[in-house]
């Protein structure tokens, strides 16, 4: 499986469904895993979902080749542009042989 790219995308929930009409509208990330609520914190700050801190992140998981990566990259950087506010992040490792 050293051919496929693990894809993270992690941001606030508030961009969940832009998200993901924009992975439909480029044909990308068809097979994933999402986790819906998370919490954390980053260079946006913190996410708790609390009454301090009551935003909550997304988390999405996906196993593509390497150009599904790249379509997904570039949704995740239209989405940053667009809301440069809400802690978009993309992360992709690349697999190896075991």
Known sequence: MSDMIRVEV??????Q????????????GTYYTLFPEVQG????????????????NFVYVAYVSIDEARAI???TDTLRS?????GIR??????TDV
């Open 41 to 56: 914190a980053g260079n946006a700050g913190p996410r708790r979902g609390d009454h301090i801190w009551p935003e909550e």
């Open 82 to 86: 667009a809301f440069p506010d809400e």
């Open 73 to 75: 990259r570039a949704v």
């Open 90 to 95: 993309f992360f992709a490792v690349r697999g």
């Open 17 to 28: 469904e832009d998200f993901f009409e924009a992975l439909a509208e480029a044909g990308a």
């Open 10 to 15: 992690i941001a606030n929930r508030s961009v």
